[in-house]
């Protein structure tokens, strides 16, 4: 059964850095395309970040270039956002995803979720 499982998230100060993990199980990340989205309250999910090692497919959203890194340890099936320079909009739920490729840039698109993991910046 293919499974994803976030953590790392938490409450850290305008300008701090957390780094999300991301753990699969069921499959190989060998195979899969990875993405990292976040929902705010109200708001709809939206994209932050996708990479794809068997092309090597790589972006981020505009409102998280030069701030948010992806980054992937297939031996150990894991997959990191690093994420500095935090500001209180970057607040939301962030979720990995597995998929067969990063060009599938709305949500709903995507077939396997993890559960989500909270990121709040506030002072």
């Known amino acids: 059964q293919l499974q994803l499982v976030e953590s790392g998230g938490g409450l850290v100060q305008p300008g701090g850095s957390l780094r999300l993990s991301c753990v699969v199980s069921?499959?190989?990340?060998?195979?899969?395309?990875i993405g990292w989205f976040r929902q705010a309250p109200g708001k709809e999910r939206e994209r932050v970040s996708c990479?794809?090692?068997?092309?090597?497919?790589?972006n981020y959203a505009d409102s998280v270039k030069g701030r948010f890194t992806i980054s992937r340890d297939n031996a150990k099936n894991t997959v990191y956002l690093q994420m500095n320079s935090l500001k209180p909009e970057d607040t939301g739920v962030y979720y990995c995803?597995?998929?067969?490729?990063?060009?599938?840039?709305?949500?709903?698109?995507?077939?396997?979720w993890g559960q989500g993991t909270q990121v709040t910046v506030s002072s």
């Open positions: 069921g499959f190989s990340l060998d195979y899969y395309a």
């Open positions: 990479d794809d090692s068997r092309d090597g497919f790589r």
């Open positions: 995803a597995a998929d067969n490729t990063c060009r599938k840039y709305a949500y709903i698109l995507w077939n396997y």
